[in-house]
């Protein structure tokens, strides 16, 4: 009885520590659309990084491989979106200091442009994705 209790106990464990992460399990290839949206998250927190890290205004990056030049270096080697194209990016300003990165490489896909805001809400830069899709 003791030892059912033990190993009942064990897998309990295991399924809430599981059921905890906020992980999802992909079996076979990874969605294109997981990849540039993964990409683009990391993008948008370099982003952030520069300004915060070395101090500049992000009205001063005017192209992501500026990234790859920092001191501190930021990134080493900016991604390619899955379809081979480079991501872009472009600062709007205004209040909530906003900035959109984009998949060039997306605009010839059925599902359409994968698009990414950026706005600064207090410290930090919440993402918002943008739906579009071309017809």
């Given at each position: 009885?003791?030892?059912?209790?033990?190993?009942?106990?064990?897998?309990?464990?295991?399924?809430?520590?599981?059921?905890?992460?906020?992980?999802?399990?992909?079996?076979?290839?990874?969605?294109k659309k997981m990849l540039v949206e993964s990409d683009i998250e990391q993008l948008g927190k370099a982003i952030s990084l520069y300004e915060t890290l070395l101090g500049k205004p992000l009205s001063q990056l005017k192209d992501l491989s500026l990234l790859t030049s920092t001191d501190p270096r930021i990134i080493q080697i900016l991604p390619k979106d899955p379809w081979g194209a480079h991501y872009q990016y472009t600062f709007l300003g205004g209040k909530a200091a906003t900035f959109i990165i984009w998949s060039e490489g997306s605009l010839d896909t059925q599902e359409g442009l994968i698009l990414y805001s950026f706005s600064k809400q207090g410290d930090e830069y919440i993402s918002t994705r943008l739906n579009s899709t071309l017809n």
């Amino acid at each position: 009885m003791k030892r059912y209790l033990v190993g009942t106990s064990c897998i309990v464990a295991s399924v809430l520590l599981f059921s905890s992460l906020n992980t999802t399990f992909i079996c076979g290839p990874i969605p294109k659309k997981m990849l540039v949206e993964s990409d683009i998250e990391q993008l948008g927190k370099a982003i952030s990084l520069y300004e915060t890290l070395l101090g500049k205004p992000l009205s001063q990056l005017k192209d992501l491989s500026l990234l790859t030049s920092t001191d501190p270096r930021i990134i080493q080697i900016l991604p390619k979106d899955p379809w081979g194209a480079h991501y872009q990016y472009t600062f709007l300003g205004g209040k909530a200091a906003t900035f959109i990165i984009w998949s060039e490489g997306s605009l010839d896909t059925q599902e359409g442009l994968i698009l990414y805001s950026f706005s600064k809400q207090g410290d930090e830069y919440i993402s918002t994705r943008l739906n579009s899709t071309l017809n």
